[in-house]
C-alpha cells in the first residue's frame, strides 16, 4: 500500500495550485513561508487555534500598493470565508525599494482534524475582491492537541493491558524533550538504528545523510519513521504497509523545532495510530 492510501488527504491538497495572477503585473510574489523556493503548490502546514506568521516577499511596482489576504475553507475549490482583510506587515528595503518583505498574521480557528484552507494574497481597494488577487498560498491547518491525544491513545492501551511502545533513535532535535513535556511515554535507544522491530512498537529515528538506510525485516503489527536527508534523492515520502507493518522515510533531515512543526506531529500521530497494540 503506498502513500496515498495510508494518508489520503495529504497529496489531496496538492491538486490545489497556487496561482500567481498579477492582473496589473503591478506585483509579483517572490516567496511565502519560512523556506523559500519550495513548490507553490506545496501547502504550509500550521496550527491552528492561535495567531500565526507567514512570512512573504514581494516586488512592488509601487511600493504604496496596500496587500491584505483573505482566509477561506478548501475543498479543492473556495469555501467558507474566515476571515477577510488581513494586512500585511512590512518594512521598506532602503537598498532594494521595489522588494517589500514582511509577515501575514494569521488568526487560525482551533480545529479538530486537518483542515484544508487557502490564503487569497490581492491588492486592497474600496471594491477589490478575487479579480484582483496576486496569489492563493494552499494551508494545512492542524489541531494542536496531537501529542495530547497520543498520551490518552498510550494511557488508555496500558490500562486495557495491551502493548504499544514508542522508541527513539537518532539526534532527532526537540522531539525527546517535547515528549516529555506532553507526558508521551517513549524508549530511548540513543544514536543508533535498531537492529530489530518488534510487534505494537513504533520507532522512530533520523540519519546522517552520509549513510544509507540499513536492511531491517519488520515484525507483522510494527512500525518505523526514518528521517534521512539523502542528497540524492528529492523531497519526499514514502510509505509501504505490508503485514500490518508500516515503513514510512521522510526524504529530509528531521525538523530543528518540533514544537513548531504542524507536518512532522501529524505523521507521527498518524503512523502512531495506524500501528496496532498486542495483548
Not at 522491530?197 to 503489527?221: N, R
Request: charged share 20%; proline share 7%; with cysteine.
Amino acid at each position: 500500500m503506498r502513500w496515498h492510501s495510508f494518508i489520503p488527504f495529504f497529496f489531496s491538497f496538492l491538486t490545489m495550485v497556487a496561482t500567481m495572477k498579477g492582473t496589473t503585473n503591478d506585483v509579483l510574489l517572490l516567496s511565502a513561508g519560512k523556506t523559500p523556493g519550495r513548490a507553490a503548490e506545496e501547502a504550509h502546514w500550521l496550527f491552528g487555534g492561535g495567531t500565526r506568521e507567514l512570512p512573504a516577499s514581494f516586488l512592488l511596482k509601487d511600493q504604496q500598493t496596500p496587500m491584505v489576504a483573505d482566509l477561506y475553507l478548501s475543498g479543492g475549490k473556495l469555501g467558507e470565508l474566515i476571515v477577510k482583510g488581513l494586512p500585511f506587515r512590512s518594512v521598506a528595503n532602503e537598498d532594494f525599494p521595489a522588494l517589500r518583505e514582511g509577515i501575514f498574521s494569521l488568526e487560525l480557528p482551533k480545529v479538530e482534524k486537518a483542515v484544508r484552507m487557502v490564503l487569497i494574497i490581492r491588492i486592497d481597494g474600496k471594491n477589490a475582491g478575487l479579480r484582483d488577487a496576486v496569489a492563493s498560498i494552499p494551508l494545512m491547518v492542524c489541531p494542536n492537541t496531537l501529542l495530547t491525544q497520543l498520551a490518552k491513545r498510550f494511557a488508555d492501551e496500558a490500562t486495557a493491558g495491551h502493548s504499544l511502545t514508542l522508541s527513539l533513535f537518532g539526534e532527532m532535535q526537540g522531539l525527546r524533550e517535547l515528549l516529555r513535556l506532553k507526558q508521551v511515554p517513549f524508549e530511548d535507544l540513543g544514536k543508533d538504528f535498531p537492529a530489530k522491530l518488534s510487534g505494537g512498537s513504533v520507532t522512530v529515528g533520523d540519519l546522517p545523510k552520509d549513510l544509507p538506510i540499513p536492511s531491517l525485516s519488520l515484525a507483522p503489527g510494527s512500525s518505523l519513521m526514518v528521517f534521512h536527508d539523502d542528497p540524492d534523492s528529492p523531497e519526499n515520502i514514502t510509505v509501504t504497509s505490508r503485514d500490518r507493518s508500516i515503513e514510512m522515510v521522510i526524504h529530509q533531515a528531521s525538523p530543528n523545532c518540533w514544537a513548531e512543526d504542524a507536518k512532522a506531529q501529524k505523521l507521527l500521530y498518524d503512523i502512531i495510530q495506524k500501528t496496532p497494540s498486542i495483548l
